[in-house]
């Protein structure tokens, strides 16, 4: 078997959405540092929404915007849920944000986040908790100040909103959140595009059966990417 693996770089998309090629490929924003790409010979399905009007919600769920050294901009974003579930309450922390090397988001706080590419100074919020009756809702202004001497590249952040403890039963403890990543591009400043395939392993190969394929891909500009690749095999 021969195989030939092609990654391309897209930025600023505003959908975390996985396209799907002749070996689909599982992806995400790259932020920095290293991003797992696992290929595989099958249909990965799309995220679905849970349905009915229940659980925690959140309107304008990721905050990606382009801007200036100096800037004040605000976001507004609606926390909600549904009238069948018990009222809450409800805290909201701005924090670092890092990634792993699977590409999920990992948490920083302020002894944590030490990396030049933080966002999470420039972030605050009206109100840091509040409480939602049954199919209540409450908006939660952002405000993002942008210094004058930010630099180069991107900043990132996260706003993470969650649920005080409740019970599951059994005595589990549940928490409900949902992270809002907050990515910020400096206009008209110098942004490097640049990265590199730092590993590409194969699974045993058998006939007739899926051939696993991961490559790992690390970000060595100073800004966001969105990753794809197509792996052709003949």
């Not at 959908?15 to 490929?25: A, E, I, N, Q, Y």
């Not at 990515?183 to 990265?195: A, E, P």
Request: with cysteine; hydrophobic share 40%.
């Amino acid at each position: 078997i021969r195989s030939s693996l092609v990654v391309k770089f897209i930025s600023m998309l505003h959908t975390s959405h996985c396209s799907t090629f002749k070996l689909p490929v599982r992806c995400g924003w790259l932020v920095s540092g290293v991003l797992l790409l696992s290929l595989l010979l099958s249909t990965i399905p799309s995220p679905a929404l849970a349905a009915g009007d229940s659980g925690l919600k959140v309107t304008n769920a990721a905050l990606v915007e382009n801007v200036l050294p100096g800037q004040t901009l605000t976001e507004q974003m609606t926390v909600s849920i549904g009238s069948a579930d018990p009222e809450v309450n409800l805290s909201v922390q701005v924090y670092g944000l890092a990634q792993t090397s699977s590409g999920g988001y990992q948490l920083l706080n302020a002894a944590q986040d030490t990396g030049v590419y933080s966002a999470r100074t420039f972030v605050s919020v009206d109100n840091s908790s509040f409480h939602l009756e049954p199919g209540g809702s409450h908006v939660v202004t952002a405000t993002i100040s942008v210094p004058q001497d930010v630099g180069n590249g991107g900043r990132y952040a996260v706003i993470y909103i969650s649920t005080d403890v409740t019970s599951g039963g059994g005595g589990v403890g549940i928490i409900s959140a949902i992270n809002i990543p907050v990515f910020l591009t400096i206009k008209d400043s110098q942004l490097s595009y640049t990265g590199d395939i730092t590993a590409l392993t194969v699974g045993q190969v058998v006939s007739g059966q899926a051939v696993n394929i991961s490559t790992m891909f690390q970000n060595t500009g100073n800004v966001h990417l969105k990753v794809k690749g197509m792996v052709n095999i003949s």
